[in-house]
């Protein structure tokens, strides 16, 4: 017997291991569905979620519906990775609409995970920053906290140096959700704007 078989069976098994879970979480759940996603087993990322948008009208998912949803969490006093972030999605989606994009089918949604400072005010100045068409939304922490935990993001208080100046660690994932608020697919910060262009395109045209 070749003495290094044991290490190739293993090896091949790691592989096998690797591409099923790989294939679990880009599982596609297409297919007729009547069910709204929040069903067990069908959407691992998402769901419904209640927020008030930078105008200070309530919002749900089904405001969103038949669009699909560019979703970003951060928050307004980020100094670095935010702002980055929203920068990106912004040159992606105006490339997106240069090459011939529809942004009617797309709502990109900026949802703060500091709501205490991020107020309805705050957002909507800070929106106009990142064109075109940026949606800020805000919510009571308990709003914030359900609408963060359906898209499996995580978020942390800093300590508050006294002045209020304190940072939120979080995680910076881009979100892109179809018209019936299923997980497509997601943006990290190793994505540049054209990777982001050509996959809207792709998925939206
Ligand atoms: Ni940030």
């Given at each position: ?10 090896t091949?098994?790691?592989i ?13 759940t ?13 959407a ?9 948008d ?5 919002v ?9 949803m560019?979703?970003y969490?951060g928050?307004s006093?980020c ?9 990106k999605m912004?040159l992606?989606?105006r490339?997106?609409?240069?090459q ?5 089918r ?41 609408a963060?935990?359906a ?15 304190y ?5 910076s994932?881009?979100?892109l ?16 704007p054209?990777?982001m ?9």
């Open positions: 017997m070749n003495p290094r078989l044991p290490l190739y069976l293993l091949a098994a790691l096998l291991l690797g591409g099923l879970i790989v294939l679990y979480f880009y599982m596609d297409s297919g007729p569905r009547e069910k709204p996603v929040t069903s067990t087993g069908e691992l990322v998402g769901g419904p979620f209640e927020l008030t930078h105008k200070g009208n309530t749900t998912e089904k405001d969103f519906a038949g669009r699909f560019l979703i969490f928050y006093f100094p670095d990775v935010c702002p980055t972030e929203l920068q912004a992606a989606l490339q997106f609409e240069q011939g994009g529809d942004m009617a797309l709502s990109p949604l900026f949802i703060t995970i500091d709501p205490e400072r991020d107020t309805v005010d705050v957002m909507a100045d800070y929106v106009q920053a990142f064109p075109p068409k940026l949606t800020g939304l805000t919510g009571t922490v308990e709003q914030i906290a359900k963060a935990k898209y499996r993001v995580y978020y942390a208080k800093g300590d508050d140096p006294g002045d209020g100046a940072l939120m660690d979080h995680s994932i881009i979100f959700m179809d018209g019936e608020g299923r997980y497509v697919r997601h943006f990290t910060l190793s994505d540049s054209e990777s262009t050509e996959a809207l395109l792709a998925a939206i045209g």
